[in-house]
């Protein structure tokens, strides 16, 4: 079956502009991550659902991210007023019993 | 906080030798995953392991989780160019239903 897909691939935006990334998780899957990774380093936890909640958003690193999931399955995460440093690679998991998670390719955020 | 962390950070090996990187946490894990990731695409899963004490085999490699599970190897036997790629841990909680990843182990098989 089709396996967790992020679009776009890539975003090129300048400074302050704001920008959603989209994920479509698979098919049935209840749960859904959102993860940051930087060059050299592993994914840094964000945002996770379950179904159409966040049940932990402890990971935002502020105010301009926001991400939702409002029929439980595609979710969109928001940044507003973009920064330098929100470059990096957005990644997307889903799952169906926690431990287990499947990822995309990621979205390749950069930001001049 | 719950850390872990990955060792070697980087290493670079013959086709044909033998490995093992290290994931060591302070934390104790419900479960921990293994993941390889290659440049421009998303982690993929090689195995979970639960039990303290567990060993899985996947072909060439072996995981080994530690009885107190907190910390846990992965050993590749006999490597290949096709192994090269970002090795990551990840230790996931059923309580927080949540993940914390390593950074990984950068490694490089040259034929």
């Known amino acids: 079956g089709a396996g967790v897909s992020q679009t776009p691939s890539n975003k090129v935006t300048e400074k302050g502009k704001y920008v959603e990334l989209r994920c479509d998780p698979i098919s049935g899957h209840t749960a859904l991550y959102w993860y940051r990774q930087s060059l050299g380093q592993g994914p840094e936890f964000l945002i996770y659902f379950q179904g159409t909640g966040a049940a932990d958003d402890s990971g935002l690193p502020n105010d301009r991210f926001f991400a939702v999931r409002p029929e439980g399955s595609v979710s969109t995460l928001k940044i507003q007023r973009t920064e330098r440093g929100d470059s990096a690679v957005y990644l997307c998991?889903?799952?169906?019993?926690?431990?287990?998670?499947?990822f995309g390719p990621g979205t390749r955020l950069t930001v001049l | 906080t719950q850390l872990l962390e990955q060792s070697p950070q980087f290493l670079s090996i013959q086709e044909g030798e033998n490995l093992t990187v290290y994931c060591n946490s302070s934390?104790?894990?419900?479960?921990l995953q293994w993941y390889r990731q290659e440049p421009g695409e998303g982690p993929v899963l090689l195995v979970t392991?639960?039990?303290?004490?567990e060993v899985k085999k996947l072909k060439r490699l072996t995981f080994q989780f530690g009885d107190a599970r907190k910390d846990s190897s992965l050993h590749i036997t006999a490597a290949q160019p096709g192994d090269t790629g970002l090795y990551l841990c990840a230790g996931y909680n059923t309580n927080a239903g949540k993940s914390t990843f390593g950074d990984g182990t950068t490694l490089t098989v040259k034929p």
């Open positions: 392991v639960v039990t303290g004490g």
């Open positions: 998991a889903s799952s169906a019993s926690g431990n287990t998670q499947y």
């Open positions: 934390s104790v894990f419900s479960s």
